[in-house]
């Protein structure tokens, strides 16, 4: 007997010995979900947003005066009034090495500033120039603040309580490691994973980017990858934000920006229009090997929609990188549907004139010919033909006819939230489907000619 098979047989043998795991034992490894070895934090300041390989490529981008820098350069030296103070003259030290820059980034948090995730990034970024006094009395500010805000849990407001821990690691006795585990463990497990998983829509739009700074400083500081709570919401995360803007871009006079879905209909709001941009930049940032990702890239690196305001530019600086090729976004579907969330949005092309279409939670909203609007799923008459997609308008009984050159896609909207739907073809056997948690019921049909489709409720089968 080889050595191979001696080891084999051994094996064997051993597993065989192993008493048989309990159904709760199972239970508990199938759904023990992935976290952090521990919780205390090791790095050299500057750890928050700024890896070391990203630190070498915010100077690189100084050496080589690229449009990104010269243009934070511009209104940096011009004395520009920046709307995030704290956050524009720490990153221009970071990057430049000018310490008249982060002193003024320190003397701002000194003063009446109580923007949490800006002090942390002041004291985190700017450690070398605090005097032992100063630091001590940023770290106290910093950890009132952590202590007021303990019982907020939106998004940002988890997110600054994150950075302001990760900041204050050796530096404070034990408020970090509690902080952050009680974070992770408590709000992240307990309530925003069920969330997203259960609902697309539980994280809104305009969260993102705080989101995306919780991903970046867990993993640069715990090396654990958060998206491993929630593997299927953020594979299609990247390819969900595309579709959400609007196809129409907004001029404005420092650049274009691309708007993102928004609730009402009153004018877009631009910082939402920055903040979006710079969690798309830091999506790439986070995993530029992902192929989603790349597509994303694509999107993002088109040089018009290059930020150069005061709000946007430390954003576009501190997550673009020029140098990372995309792959062109042409190639995306132009559909998203999530029968998890009940959501679907629908774009007729890639040309800022396109139709686009948006339906969740029974809520419809249309963007054609360059005005918004929201509509009620019963105005909807004859099906709506968005790119190679038909919408149609569900209930039970209803019929329509195939009088079409190429195979399409139906979405039945309006339809019973997760309930069962017979649907019979002309010359077809009858089948049966089930609507998704928005009452969206999604169909693939051959090319037909005058064929007659039928769908009814089941009487079979309930929700």
């Known amino acids: 007997m080889t050595q191979s098979k001696k080891m084999l047989l051994f094996v064997s043998l051993w597993l065989a010995l192993l008493p048989p795991a309990t159904p709760s034992q199972e239970s508990t490894i199938q759904t023990q979900p992935a976290q952090p070895d521990e919780y205390k934090v090791y790095a050299q300041h500057p750890r928050l947003l700024v890896n070391p390989r990203r630190l070498r490529l915010l100077r690189r981008e100084k050496e080589r005066k690229s449009l990104r820098w010269e243009q934070f350069q511009l209104l940096m030296t011009g004395k520009v009034d920046m709307p995030e103070k704290g956050f524009a003259h720490a990153l221009y030290y970071l990057a430049s090495e000018d310490a008249a820059y982060g002193k003024i980034a320190v003397q701002w948090a000194l003063g009446p500033a109580n923007d949490l995730r800006q002090l942390a990034l002041v004291f985190d970024w700017c450690q070398p120039l605090l005097t032992p006094g100063q630091s001590r009395l940023l770290a106290a500010k910093i950890l009132k603040l952590m202590e007021a ?54 994280l809104a739009l ?124 042409h190639h995306l579907p132009m559909f998203f549907h999530d029968p998890k969330s009940g959501i679907l949005i629908l774009r007729s092309s890639w040309d800022d004139d396109a139709t686009w279409l948006s339906y969740a939670g029974g809520e419809m909203e ?96 309930r929700k």
């Not at 006819?401 to 309930?419: A, M, Q």
């Not at 069962?420 to 073809?425: D, F, G, K």
């Not at 056997?429 to 005058?450: H, W, Y």
Request: charged letters at 25%.
């Open 149 to 202: 805000e303990s019982r907020k849990d939106t998004v940002p407001a988890v997110r600054a309580r994150v950075l302001a821990a990760i900041a204050l690691a050796d530096h404070t006795p034990e408020v970090p490691e509690r902080t952050l585990r009680s974070i992770f463990e408590g709000w992240w497990i307990q309530r925003a994973v069920p969330a997203i998983k259960k609902n697309r829509g539980a």
């Open 366 to 461: 249309l963007f054609m010919d360059g005005r918004r609007s929201g509509l009620k799923p019963s105005s909807i008459r004859e099906p709506l033909q968005i790119g190679d997609a038909l919408v149609l308008v569900g209930q039970s009984p209803m019929k329509w006819s195939l009088n079409l050159p190429e195979k399409t896609r139906y979405f039945l909207i309006g339809l019973k939230p997760e309930s069962y739907y017979e649907i019979e073809v002309d010359d077809e056997g009858l089948r049966e489907e089930k609507s998704d948690r928005g009452g969206i019921l999604a169909l693939t049909f051959p090319a037909s000619v005058n064929v007659g489709v039928r769908l009814k409720e089941s009487p079979y089968r």
């Open 206 to 329: 305009s969260d993102s980017c705080a989101l995306m700074e919780i991903l970046h400083a867990i993993r640069d500081n715990l090396n654990f990858d958060m998206r491993d709570n929630a593997l299927t919401f953020f594979k299609d995360f990247p390819l969900h934000r595309v579709l959400s803007y609007y196809p129409a871009t907004f001029p404005a006079a420092e650049n274009l920006y691309r708007i993102p879905q928004y609730p009402g209909l009153g004018e877009p709001d631009l910082k939402e229009a920055v903040l979006s941009r710079a969690a798309d930049l830091s999506i790439v940032a986070f995993d530029t090997n992902a192929l989603e990702h790349q597509y994303l890239q694509g999107w993002l690196i088109q040089d018009p929609f290059l930020m150069r305001a005061s709000f946007g530019i430390p954003y576009e600086f501190l997550w673009a990188n020029p140098y990372q090729p995309g792959l062109s976004y």
